[in-house]
T-cell receptor, first 111, second 115 residues
């Protein structure tokens, strides 16, 4: 168990809809990272938060947004969903960026 | 552009055999190189982290090597077990503004260990 909790584990929704993925980092970790992994693809970095503030941005679509709350949990919001958004979404946390601890992921299926 | 390339893309070996996975990178300025193991449908789990000055690092039956001059790394798995079947991902970290780091992920080598 990595100590990073992601909910829900599975999410099935329709095109055009909006969903929220939630991540609770390891206790004490200030950094939260979001990654997207499509079928047979590598992990694509989406966005990083550090202690509530956006730290780095990757290949995140404008339809996607994220935030980190004062209790350090983070949410990734995906809107106007398309079929191509179907993927595994991982959250990771770290204390100082040296070692990432990944959650088990949320499997999103857009039908 | 920072890139991490892994080879082979996939590999099938018999249980008990050894294997070596390769990682070449063009990431600058280099901070560290990490190997992760990812079981199907699960999050990646860290195996090793190596900085510029480290040539070798072991974690049980996993041994990673780093040649910073040629920008190559390898992950050697000894006496493979069925549970080693997974994707192995090479990740290179670049120093970014001196504090935060930027990670570049390889697409992974998918290893299957069979009887």
């Amino acid at each position: 168990d990595s100590g990073v909790t992601q909910t829900p584990k599975h999410l099935i929704t329709a095109t055009g809809q909006r969903v929220t993925l939630r991540c609770s980092p390891r206790s004490g970790d200030l950094s939260v990272y979001w990654y997207q992994q499509s079928l047979d693809q590598g992990l694509q970095f989406l966005i990083q938060y550090y202690n509530g503030e956006e730290r780095a941005k990757g290949n995140i679509l404008e339809r996607f947004s994220a935030q980190q709350f004062p209790d350090l949990h983070s949410e990734l919001n995906l809107s106007s969903l398309e079929l191509g958004d179907s993927a595994l979404y991982f959250c990771a946390s770290s204390a100082r960026g040296e070692k990432l601890f990944f959650g088990s992921g949320t499997q999103l299926s857009v039908l | 552009k920072n890139q991490v390339e892994q080879s082979p893309q996939s590999l099938i070996i018999l249980e008990g055999k050894n294997c070596t996975l390769q990682c070449n990178y063009t990431v600058s300025p280099f901070s560290n190189l990490r190997w992760y193991k990812q079981d199907t449908g699960r999050g990646p789990v860290s195996l090793t982290i190596m900085t510029f000055s480290e040539n070798t690092k072991s974690n049980g039956r996993y041994t990673a090597t780093l040649d910073a001059d040629t920008k190559q790394s390898s992950l050697h798995i000894t006496a493979s077990q069925l549970s080693d079947s997974a994707s192995y991902i090479c990740v290179v970290s670049a120093k970014f503004f001196g504090t935060a780091s930027k990670l570049t992920f390889g697409t992974g080598t998918r290893l299957q260990v069979t009887l």
